[in-house]
């Protein structure tokens, strides 16, 4: 008589599972620029906001003289491209490196996934080859 009971891997092993272990190291890894990335964007935001603040000041009369309040704006945007290019150049490893690193992740993930596939196909035959033998009798 077979059992109908299904056999379970060790509590253990479901907790440290190597799909949990990689899941969770993806995410403290790639989470790890997450600030970086915010404040490169409140950086261009605020550089946006004084060019915003320069434009209303030149509306209210102020910076006419010598054509400041163009000069200004010039000297903020210039500002802004050299600080995100600097920026940039030093993201780029650090992308190169998240890059590499996640496709290893998904090398180990196809892996796994394969390796699952095909435990799964092989208790799949072997319920084919049981139920095969039960029917001549």
Avoid: C
Avoid at 14 to 19: E, I, N, R
Avoid at 40 to 58: I, T
Avoid at 85 to 94: F, G, K, M, T
Avoid at 117 to 126: N, P, V, W
């Amino acid at each position: 008589m077979a059992t109908t009971k299904p056999t379970r891997s060790p509590r253990r092993a479901q907790l440290h599972s190597t799909s949990a272990r990689t899941r969770e190291a993806a995410t403290k890894h790639l989470a790890a620029g997450l600030p970086v990335y915010e404040n490169l964007y409140a950086l261009n935001r605020d550089f946006e906001q004084v060019l915003v603040d320069l434009a209303r000041l030149r509306e209210l009369g102020m910076l006419q003289q010598r054509d400041l309040g163009n000069t200004f704006r010039l000297i903020v945007q210039e500002m802004r491209a050299w600080a995100n290019l600097e920026l940039v150049q030093e993201l780029q490893p650090r992308e190169q490196g998240d890059w590499a690193y996640s496709g290893e992740l998904l090398n180990i993930a196809a892996r796994f996934m394969e390796k699952k596939r095909r435990k799964a196909a092989g208790r799949k035959s072997q319920r084919k080859r049981r139920g095969a033998g039960s029917e001549g009798v």
